[in-house]
């Protein structure tokens, strides 16, 4: 299946999955437009998502009551869930805005495994950004971050970081928000040609080779 979506939506521009525990499996989802998960939305759910292209999709910025601009996922989404990630590639996936990431996964249910992707040149600030106390398994992807300042922003304590290629960031492979966001285990990843340095640790980090 190809799906391709070039009207504005606020959740899920290529597919929205809420409540679901779907599998989607061998499609190309691109230039989908939207503000949260442009390519893929995933909330509160439990699906495989494997062997899909998820590419050029847009993250559309909108003026919250505070008057700050957001965007979420433009390639995909994933808050309060589970579900398997693996063997998807992404690329051309873009956030017009500063905090935005090209992988956005969210809140304390979100437990998901994302492995054995390949992403690159997805332009946006973060390429996979985890919040909201998410606890996802990020394990043997390939990651080269062409046009983005960083790989990976952790900005909770829950996530691990495992036996990732890191490559090509414009400052950082890996980056925390503050000193209460220690990931539980960052091992085994190989970082190359990252712009000012691999891992910038704001707290007590153990990384392990």
Request: one cysteine or more.
């Given at each position: ?9 606020i ?10 525990d779907?599998?989607?499996?061998e ?15 995933v ?12 590419s ?14 957001s ?11 589970g579900g ?5 590639a ?18 304390s ?33 390939t ?6 300042s ?8 829950g996530?691990?970081?495992v ?30 040609n ?10 007590n ?5």
């Amino acid at each position: 299946m190809t799906s391709t979506n070039s009207n504005y939506t606020i959740y899920g521009g290529g597919i929205c999955l809420s409540n679901s525990d779907a599998t989607v499996t061998e499609n190309l989802i691109s230039g989908n437009k939207c503000r949260t998960g442009a390519g893929i939305f995933v909330g509160s759910s439990e699906p495989f998502i494997a062997d899909n292209i998820i590419s050029g999709n847009n993250g559309l910025s909108i003026y919250s009551v505070g008057g700050a601009a957001s965007s979420f996922g433009a390639g995909l989404y994933c808050g309060n869930s589970g579900g398997i990630i693996t063997r998807n590639a992404f690329t051309g996936n873009g956030i017009p805005v500063s905090g935005g990431a090209a992988i956005y996964l969210s809140d304390s249910g979100t437990t998901c495994e994302f492995s054995n992707n390949i992403l690159y040149s997805n332009p946006s600030t973060r390429v996979i950004r985890c919040v909201s106390s998410a606890a996802p398994m990020i394990v043997n992807n390939t990651l080269f971050a062409e046009g983005s300042s960083v790989a990976i922003n952790i900005d909770t304590s829950g996530a691990s970081v495992v036996n990732n290629i890191i490559a090509n960031s414009g400052t950082y492979g890996i980056t925390e928000s503050t000193s209460g966001t220690d990931p539980i285990t960052v091992a085994f990843n190989l970082f190359f040609n990252n712009g000012i340095g691999l891992y910038k640790d704001e707290g007590n980090t153990t990384i392990s080779s």
